[in-house]
């Protein structure tokens, strides 16, 4: 009896800690990403694989590549879990894509601006597959993204 | 060597083909990394690890892809390409192509 107690008093605490802290991060997260797309909002990304309104410029386009790792919590991991079941949209990995996504893609636009660049074309964004599937016991819950773009000049228009 | 994922190089015009340029390598990161990366699990979060395996991987699957290019007398690769396979768990393949080109400025 006092083991099954004790058990349960794990799953809680962690169920809870997952909440608590995974609810923080993601807070954080969204702030900090949201902060660095307003400052970067002029910089011109697009998914075109011309080079829109490109101008020669000191430097030729380059590869800009980025990545991230994003991990699940106990908290989300067991909501999943618990869709699965019962089968539908699992809602709680969402937020995890989106902001690996949208990290990759900041990380990209910061590397091209640290090089002098102020335009991104083609960009792509690919999930990677690393920590094994899901499916493999000690699998970790987590999404990685690698972005890759190509960095140009762009003759930005007189505001 | 000028890199780019779009076919075309802006400002520049591809005069010759030298054909498929292509690195692969597979990484691990060592077990402390994945301990620490279960029980990042728990509380969520970036898993800075494995952003750095891939970053490690990524830029040698494309070292390995501009030797073959710089061999084949190339000074520009066009249309790179990134995909990766999970090998076993813990550890990134990262395959990376393109077409290795002899490019000239167009002016």
């Given amino acids: 009896m006092g083991e099954i107690a004790f058990q349960v008093g794990f799953f809680l605490f962690f169920i809870i800690l997952g909440y608590v802290a995974g609810t923080i991060a993601e807070r954080r997260h969204w ?29 030729p ?7 991230s790792a994003i991990g699940s919590d106990y908290f989300k991991t067991f909501l999943a879990k618990v869709r699965g079941l019962f089968g539908g949209e699992v809602r709680s990995y969402q937020s995890l894509l989106d902001r690996a996504r949208r990290e990759a893609t900041q990380r990209a636009i910061e590397q091209a601006r640290q090089l002098g660049y102020n335009a991104l074309c083609n960009l792509r964004l690919d999930s990677a597959d690393i920590g094994g599937n899901s499916k493999s016991s000690k699998g970790i819950a987590m999404v990685t993204i690698i972005a890759s773009a190509t960095a140009y000049h762009f003759h930005a228009p007189a505001s | 060597m000028i890199v780019t994922n779009t076919e075309t190089i802006a400002g520049y015009r591809i005069v010759e083909l030298r054909g498929l340029v292509q690195g692969n390598t597979v990484r691990a990161k060592h077990a402390g990394r994945d ?21 490690e991987s990524r830029r040698q699957a494309l070292e390995r892809m501009l030797a073959q290019a710089q061999q084949l007398g190339a000074n520009a690769v066009v249309n790179v390409r990134f995909t990766t396979s999970a090998v076993t768990s813990g550890a990134a393949e990262l395959y990376a192509y393109g077409t290795a080109v002899v490019a000239e400025p167009s002016a």
């Fill in chain 2, 35 to 55: 301990i620490a990366a279960g029980l990042k699990n728990l509380i969520g979060g970036e898993l800075k690890g494995y952003t750095e395996l891939l970053t």
């Fill in chain 1, 61 to 67: 386009p380059q590869l800009i590549v980025a990545e």
């Fill in chain 1, 31 to 59: 702030a900090n990403l949201a902060e660095r797309e307003a400052s970067n909002g002029e910089f011109l990304v697009t998914q075109l694989k011309s080079f829109p309104a490109f101008v020669t410029g000191s430097t």
